[in-house]
């Protein structure tokens, strides 16, 4: 069988790591629409005409884009929560799957082959 496995322990800080990411979007994003929402009453836009796009770009960042940012993180943090779980099941049924069913031809990969460990990461 073909040893696909996963540290669970990692992919449960990796969904920590997306959810932490998701508040400090928010967080970091309130800053910038309350200080980008001053602005157009604030500056003397001078021979800078763009101040009013700048506020008009940070309301539709913070209304639509940073949460449709978060969903996705917050998306991608529940699946690595869920799949730290169930990846011990799921990489058994998954290399027995591969075994069977992968053309050797085109999958050259024998079970065990994998000896030499993964690149520590900076």
């Known amino acids: 069988m073909t040893d696909l496995s996963l540290d669970p322990e990692e992919l449960k800080q990796g969904g920590v790591s997306m959810f932490a990411a998701s508040d400090g979007l928010y967080e970091d994003f309130k800053q910038v629409a309350s200080e980008g929402g001053a602005l157009a ?7 800078f005409s763009g101040v009013g796009e700048v506020a008009q770009a940070v309301e539709r960042w913070e209304g639509a884009i940073v949460p449709g940012l978060r969903g996705r993180v917050e998306e991608l943090g529940a699946f690595l929560a869920v799949y ?3 990846h011990v099941d799921l990489d058994a049924m998954t290399a027995e799957m591969f075994t069977q069913y992968a053309d050797p031809e085109v999958f050259p ?3 065990g082959s994998r000896t030499t460990p993964a690149p520590e990461l900076p």
């Open 109 to 111: 990969v024998e079970p």
């Open 41 to 47: 009453g604030s500056v003397d836009t001078g021979a």
């Open 84 to 86: 730290a779980v169930q």
